[in-house]
């Protein structure tokens, strides 16, 4: 039999048999990282060549691997403002640092702490910081953030039960590496499976469940514990629960997290660049979310957080997820309501596009309108909501004042008065909180509802809370408000221009961090400070003119 070799990206390939395409990796040619038979897990090293350099037949680059290490996903352990909420917790309750690091390495660094629960009970943080400078094997599981041979061994055996949540997904412990499912949702042929096998120690195995939401609900489900000053736990809040807000809509038939979050390519094409078949419906593995600033703010200090991927891809991470958010979770209409005296009377309604709340999951993140009114010499009369360069909102009572928070208007009348939706959470004595730790309850959560949310009918862990409960303007699908402003003396016709704006980490909840002396809140803050005037975006806006009477 003839034999032939061949390079591929990076891998040195024997080719036994041209006629069947039976291909695998020569074990004294090409040895890859992390390639030991130790431990439930490979990192991304194992699959990123095989599954990059893939082009569409229009000539679309959806590689794989290329658009993972650009993502949220692949940067969570690298993500400098999870670091430094991380070190403010264990800074707030010392008596459970232990505890802490192990929970909060549950989604951040889960290849890692599922290793070492099984190895010593409890996972760390610290110890496989900073990121780069670590030479162990769990050190570079750590790193690795959510990677391939997390999300494709979770298998289906707890999904949408509330054990599964947490980071309460089942991995098989017992199958030997070598022997090991990877699952994803296309039947393999035989012979080329042996190709990834080779790579990887992974055997491909068919199964649609891995394109189920429940499959994101097992991380994107978060319950914190509140601790008391001796470490006791004193509450319970729903940190992130977009899963069970996707679950009370009209979504919950008509799409799953991974159709949003990773679109399908139109084209049929090839998933592996070494002898890949072409496949329908791939999904992109971008993970579109919210969180546009962080990609900017780990390109921008790429250097200082040990970043591997490219800033071209980085800065098209950013730019796909602004588009993703400027398209598909708002629109925004201005009504002019009838005419009353020196006074004018519009209605400003905000329609939530999205699966879930509008903003969803880590509650630093907020939205809220930005509502200006010019005369006829285009002179500003009225504004409320304007962003400022330090990444506050003019008139926002929280972030003028921590201990305060901006109430929920159905009317409008005075500058000070800001419509944001957000969600406040209080400590156990009724203050207002940035500390997930402390927090036991939620003062307000007037996040914009997805269609089909019934107010009467959810949950407990995700009702609305603070005034909106009762505004009857505030419901399924989004929120009307009224704004009512002098213009007794200026001469019309009026400018009307609204803007709904979002960040996903406001203000208050960077500022707080600046209290604690440690390396990671001290560098966080000092990156915030350095960005904050781009820490927000437009998500939809409207105007018009009124005529003056």
Known sequence: ??????IRNG????????????????????????????????????CISCHSGLITPSGEDISIGFDWRASMMANSARDPYWQAAVR??????????????????????????????????????????????RTSR?????????????????????FGVRESFNAGFVIDTETAMGSRAAFGPYDVD???????????????????????????????TVYTEALGPDGTVVGELPEQVPYLEWQHSVYREEATCQSCHM???????????????????????????????????????????????????LEAAAQRTEKHLQSETARLLIRHTPHVPDTLDVAVHVENLAGHKLPTAYPSRRSWIHFMVRDADQTLLFESGRIEPTGAIQGNANDEDPREYEPHYQEITQPDQVQIYEAMMADADGGVTTGLLSA???????????????????????????LAADDTDFDSGGDTVQYRISVQGRKGPFTVRAVLWYQPISYRWARNLERYDAPETSRFTRLYASMAHVSGIPLASDGTVVPAR
Do not use: W
């Open 440 to 466: 036991v309850r939620y003062v307000k959560d007037n996040r914009l509802l997805p269609k089909g949310f019934d107010k009467a009918t959810a949950s407990e862990d995700i009702a609305v809370r603070g």
């Open 190 to 220: 035989a012979g080329l499976s042996t190709v990834m096998h080779s790579a990887s120690g992974f055997r491909q195995t068919a199964s649609v469940h891995i394109q189920k939401s429940e499959l994101c609900a097992t991380c994107h």
């Open 138 to 158: 769990l050190a570079e599981l750590a790193a690795d953030g959510v990677s391939c041979t997390l999300c494709h061994q979770i298998t289906e055996e707890n």
């Open 88 to 133: 403010r917790e264990v800074l707030d309750h010392p008596e459970a640092a232990a505890e802490i690091e192990d929970e909060c390495a549950t989604c951040h660094m889960p290849m890692s702490r599922f290793e070492e629960r099984i190895a010593t009970g409890k996972g760390q943080v610290f110890a496989h910081l900073p990121i780069g400078e």
């Open 263 to 313: 679109p399908a390519v139109a084209e049929s094409t090839a998933i592996s660049s070494v002898l890949g078949q072409n496949r329908a419906k791939v999904s992109r593995h971008v993970f579109q979310g919210g969180n546009f600033f962080m990609l900017r703010m780990l390109n921008r200090y790429r250097q200082l957080l040990s970043v591997e991927a490219l800033p071209s891809e």
């Open 11 to 46: 891998f040195v390939l024997l080719v036994l048999s041209a006629s069947v395409g039976l291909v695998c990796l020569h074990p004294q040619l090409f040895t890859m990282p992390g390639m030991d038979m130790e431990g439930l897990f490979r990192s991304s090293t194992a």
């Open 1 to 6: 039999m003839r034999k032939r070799v061949l």
